[in-house]
């Protein structure tokens, strides 16, 4: 079992940055593929980033070169660094665990996530 704790959402003015963390419980952290995803209201959760167990990244094209995805295995900690927000990545921003090692950008495969953090990017 994992449990997973974001923190680090609010409100920032467009071009500013935010770094979110995602506390996990559990000592398989390290094997496991954490994601962030994100979502706003009436629409579905979308894809934003994902790290896998030796550190390979993804990235959705939408946060490409201004997001950076990142985890420490020994303090069990993913993080999301967010730079050059805009008003369209404003949502709620999850945190996620996927108990294989291979990644995915389908939210539907992955076994754990995080009660959710707001961003809001006001222009």
């Known amino acids: 079992q994992v449990q997973l704790v974001e923190s680090g959402g609010g409100l920032v003015q467009a071009g500013g940055s935010l770094r979110l963390s995602c506390a996990a419980s559990?000592?398989?952290?390290?094997?496991?593929?954490m994601g962030w995803f994100r979502q706003v209201p009436g629409k579905e959760r979308e894809f934003v980033a994902h790290?896998?167990?030796?550190?390979?990244?993804d990235y959705a094209d939408s946060v490409k070169g201004r997001f950076t995805i990142s985890k420490d295995d020994y303090q069990n900690t993913l993080y999301l660094q967010m730079n050059s927000l805009k008003p369209e990545d404003t949502a709620v921003y999850y945190c996620?665990?996927?108990?294989?090692?291979?990644?995915?950008?389908?939210?539907?495969?992955?076994?754990?996530w995080g009660q959710g953090t707001q961003v809001t990017v006001s222009s």
């Open positions: 559990g000592r398989t952290f390290s094997s496991y593929t």
């Open positions: 790290i896998d167990w030796i550190h390979t990244t």
């Open positions: 996620a665990a996927r108990g294989r090692m291979s990644p995915s950008r389908l939210s539907s495969e992955y076994d754990y």
